[in-house]
T-cell receptor
Framework: AQSVTQPDIHITVSEGASLELRCNYS??????LFWYVQSPGQGLQLLLK????DTLVQGIKGFEAEFKRSQSSFNLRKPSVHWSDAAEYFC???WGTGANNLFFGTGTRLTVIP | DGGITQSPKYLFRKEGQNVTLSCEQN?????MYWYRQDPGQGLRLIYY???????QKGDIAEGYSVSREKKESFPLTVTSAQKNPTAFYLC????????FGPGTRLTVT
């Protein structure tokens, strides 16, 4: 069965430090991969997506993610975190019909300290 | 300015009452979705619609109903049969990737 795992419930980083948020999925077929960000009480904003091609994808706000098929992972990275990056981050994965049936991870809450 | 609107942002109802949440999009997307979000549980799919006059149940459809009479609109009704309706509800639409509205926080007492 398909599932998406974000192993870190909460991460705290210092402003200016690098960030990596983990996302793993189960199921063998080639996935469609997404990262979303959510500020408190708001909707989700799409950060980046992977459909095919180059496995390192660039997104908005200086984020990037790398698809590693051998590890069933799609980790999100940022070289230098800003205080405004504090939010909740969700990984989502789709199979077959792409965006039409997404499986979401349970989210990682990012706290940024000065 | 294209996007997805959800209204109202906050909604309060008494137990036993049905309530309808609005979702409108002007992105010309065929597909629309309703999700429920509870703390620590991520997003769970309630219903989705890939085309006008057609919709399918998601993982947690019990106690909810929807309609899709127009491409732009996908209202969600939370019925009195929903045992724990207090939650944050998110609407989305898609062509290739899903875009989300700002959400409606429903509180039932």
């Amino acid at each position: 069965a398909q599932s998406v795992t974000q192993p870190d419930i909460h991460i705290t980083v210092s402003e200016g430090a690098s960030l990596e948020l983990r996302c793993n999925y189960s199921y063998g077929a080639t996935p469609y991969l997404f990262w979303y960000v959510q500020s408190p009480g708001q909707g989700l904003q799409l950060l980046l997506k992977y459909f095919s091609g180059d496995t390192l994808v660039q997104g908005i706000k200086g984020f990037e993610a790398e698809f590693k098929r051998s590890q069933s992972s799609f980790n999100l990275r940022k070289p230098s975190v800003h205080w405004s990056d504090a939010a909740e981050y969700f990984c989502a994965v789709g199979w077959g019909t792409g965006a039409n049936n997404l499986f979401f991870g349970t989210g990682t809450r990012l706290t940024v300290i000065p | 300015d294209g996007g997805i609107t959800q209204s109202p942002k906050y909604l309060f109802r008494k137990e036993g009452q049905n309530v309808t949440l609005s979702c409108e999009q002007n992105l010309n997307h065929d597909a629309m979705y309703w999700y429920r979000q509870d703390p620590g549980q991520g997003l769970r799919l309630i219903y989705y619609s890939q085309i006008v006059n057609d919709f399918q149940k998601g993982d947690i459809a019990e106690g909810y109903s929807v309609s899709r009479e127009k491409k732009e609109s996908f209202p969600l009704t939370v019925t009195s049969a929903q045992k724990n309706p207090t939650a944050f509800y998110l609407c989305a639409s898609s062509r290739y990737e899903q875009y989300f509205g700002p959400g409606t926080r429903l509180t039932v007492t």
